[in-house]
């Protein structure tokens, strides 16, 4: 399967305009067009300033870059956020700043710097054109069907007037990079094992407090293992479609299969996600773990359950 964030667009044509407040070709600068609700200011790091941060006004999505690396990140309040960042080692090596803002009127709350951070970071993940240096994948926004459109249309914005801002880590030129993301750190490797068959529509009753829970990017799946060493995952879970650029080809292939089997289905007003039919076995917690988050992370990321035990709530 080949991941593609192209986003449908009715513009043909349009004029971005850049706007520096201050003297200096290299001095912070706002990229915006008429047509859009949605601002990008570039900031230089190495010489910041509290007046310079000041300019980009309320909520906010950002990407920290230098030539090969990047961070994503959200915030409502970018001078306090840059502040912690600016005390922390592994945000040293960035040198310019790519603030995501509402123009020109701010957002009211953090709904789009929620919604442009991750899907900000996985069309760089897919991409490949720099390093990632998120230690923790940003969470998958939950948006309203009637917001849907207006949130796709600030990031189809966005990622237009980043690139016009000089911001290469979704769109560029150049070669892909060969990286992994440190935020996919993988213990279990696919072995042998993995290559098993899946066996799905299965009979499935999880033993009495023995499912668990995945911790991944707020997906809601349940599963427990079995005494052969496989891993059967419960009708409902939650598959993150897109699949990440270092996960092996194992997960496509395997996706494929559900799907050939009708063991999958959408998930209205959620694009980025299908939702589980059926009881599957896979061979092993670890594959399980990949196929279900299309990312190259191993079997840490199931974890007991918060609640294994039925609550009472009483009036």
Not at 284 to 297: D, E, L, N, R, W
Request: hydrophobic share 40%; charged share 20%; with cysteine.
């Amino acid at each position: 399967m080949s991941l593609s964030f192209d986003l449908p667009s009715s513009r043909t044509t349009c004029t971005s305009k850049i706007f520096r407040p201050g003297d200096g070709i290299t001095s912070p600068r706002l990229v915006h067009h008429g047509a859009s609700r949605v601002g990008v200011w570039v900031i230089p790091l190495a010489d910041r300033n509290s007046t310079d941060l000041a300019l980009a006004v309320g909520p906010a999505a950002y990407v920290l870059m230098n030539r090969e690396t990047a961070y994503f990140g959200e915030t409502k309040n970018i001078n306090m956020r840059f502040s912690k960042h600016s005390a922390d080692p592994a945000k040293a090596f960035a040198r310019v700043a790519y603030v995501v803002v509402g123009y020109p009127e701010p957002w009211s709350n953090k709904d789009p710097a929620f919604y442009l951070q991750y899907h900000l970071w996985s069309i760089a993940q897919a991409a490949r054109h720099v390093v990632i240096t998120n230690e923790w994948t940003p969470t998958i926004p939950r948006v309203r069907a009637d917001e849907r459109a207006e949130m796709e249309r600030i990031l189809e914005d966005a990622r237009q007037q980043l690139f016009d801002a000089g911001c290469l880590a979704l769109d560029s030129y150049f070669d892909r990079v060969p990286v992994v993301s440190s935020t996919e750190r993988d213990d279990d490797p696919i072995g042998p094992n993995d290559m098993e068959p899946m066996l799905i529509d299965i009979v499935a009753t999880p033993p009495a407090g023995g499912e668990l829970e995945l911790n991944y990017v707020g997906l809601w799946a349940r599963g427990y293992p079995t005494s052969d060493r496989g891993f059967v995952v419960m009708p409902g879970a939650e598959f993150r479609w897109p699949i990440n650029g270092s996960a092996q080809g194992i997960v496509d292939t395997r996706r494929s299969e559900l799907e050939a089997k009708h063991a999958l289905a959408t998930i209205p007003g959620a694009a980025d996600r299908k939702r589980l039919l059926v009881a599957v076995w896979f061979p092993s917690a670890a594959i399980a773990a990949k196929v279900i988050t299309g990312a190259h992370i191993g079997s840490r990321v199931w974890v007991p359950r918060r609640y294994p035990q039925p609550i009472i709530i009483a009036n």
